[in-house]
């Protein structure tokens, strides 16, 4: 009786399909080890279970860990943010970030753009979809693995060091203060294109580092540009 039910459930199991037969081997729960350069509070958990659905309670645990440390004021952070860093730390090898800036109110955001070089106006930060940290001395390999992963913004800041991740538009790039003031004034004449009605925005010879108003100026048209052509 048990040979033949033994080559019955066999039959049964040769006639389905090959990719039934398989069962799903279930997922690791996603881990992450952060600390905030801010607040001094540390991050150190499972924020999604095996079936990769991210867990209530560490998601509002991380969202009050990466608030606007500037207002205290939280929003609900995006899981794919997290994710994409934990994947970068898994690539280079390091199991802890330190978190420089995440989640920033509209009021933060707009005050570090008026004294920060940079800064984009309609920040990813903003939405709780991004995140600057550093890595300590694989910074720089991590922003390289980052970028080869194309699935969000990379911001490489080689003078502040610190690395910006998130999960806008794939697109790439490098802030370095000191590199864009030799560019201009080695042209020592540049001509940025305003969008319609906007004049072109000039800077003429003089031979000495950008004003915190060029810089601002410059930034301010640099990011339409990049809003128009996200729109095309």
Same mark, same amino acid.
């Given at each position: 009786?048990?040979?033949?039910? %033994?080559? !019955?459930?066999a039959a049964a199991l040769a006639a389905m399909p090959a990719g039934a037969q398989a069962l799903p081997r279930p997922a690791e729960p996603r881990r992450i080890r952060l600390k905030n350069a801010h607040t001094g509070e540390s991050f150190a958990g499972t924020y999604r279970d095996r079936d990769g659905k991210p867990i209530a309670a560490a998601m509002d645990d991380l969202s009050l860990f990466l608030r606007d440390?500037?207002?205290? /004021?939280?929003?609900?952070?995006? !899981?794919? &943010? &997290?994710?994409?860093?934990?994947?970068?730390?898994?690539?280079?090898?390091?199991?802890?970030?330190?978190? *420089?800036?995440?989640?920033?109110?509209?009021?933060? =955001?707009?005050? *570090?753009? @008026?004294? =920060?070089? $940079?800064?984009?106006?309609?920040?990813?930060?903003?939405?709780?979809? !991004? *995140?600057? &940290? %550093? #890595?300590?001395?694989?910074?720089?390999?991590?922003?390289?693995?980052?970028?080869?992963?194309?699935? $969000?913004?990379?911001?490489?800041?080689?003078?502040?060091?610190?690395?910006?991740?998130?999960? $806008?538009?794939?697109?790439?790039?490098?802030?370095?203060?000191?590199? *864009?003031?030799?560019?201009?004034?080695? =042209?020592?004449?540049?001509?940025? !294109? $305003?969008?319609?009605?906007?004049?072109?925005?000039?800077?003429?010879?003089?031979?000495?580092?950008?004003? &915190?108003?060029? @810089? #601002? /100026?410059?930034? @301010?048209?640099?990011?339409? +540009?990049?809003?128009? +052509?996200?729109?095309?």
């Amino acid at each position: 009786m048990e040979r033949r039910r %033994f080559l !019955a459930l066999a039959a049964a199991l040769a006639a389905m399909p090959a990719g039934a037969q398989a069962l799903p081997r279930p997922a690791e729960p996603r881990r992450i080890r952060l600390k905030n350069a801010h607040t001094g509070e540390s991050f150190a958990g499972t924020y999604r279970d095996r079936d990769g659905k991210p867990i209530a309670a560490a998601m509002d645990d991380l969202s009050l860990f990466l608030r606007d440390h500037y207002s205290g /004021a939280v929003i609900a952070m995006d !899981a794919g &943010v &997290v994710d994409f860093l934990a994947d970068v730390m898994a690539q280079v090898g390091e199991d802890e970030a330190t978190v *420089l800036s995440a989640y920033r109110t509209p009021e933060t =955001n707009a005050m *570090l753009a @008026r004294t =920060n070089f $940079g800064v984009a106006e309609n920040s990813q930060h903003m939405y709780g979809r !991004a *995140l600057d &940290v %550093f #890595l300590g001395q694989k910074l720089e390999t991590a922003m390289s693995t980052a970028r080869a992963m194309g699935r $969000g913004g990379v911001g490489w800041y080689p003078r502040s060091n610190f690395i910006h991740l998130d999960t $806008g538009p794939v697109r790439n790039w490098t802030m370095d203060e000191t590199g *864009l003031d030799n560019l201009l004034l080695a =042209n020592r004449l540049m001509v940025i !294109a $305003g969008g319609p009605g906007h004049s072109p925005l000039m800077f003429r010879g003089a031979r000495a580092p950008l004003s &915190v108003a060029q @810089r #601002l /100026a410059l930034h @301010r048209r640099l990011a339409h +540009a990049e809003l128009l +052509a996200r729109r095309f």
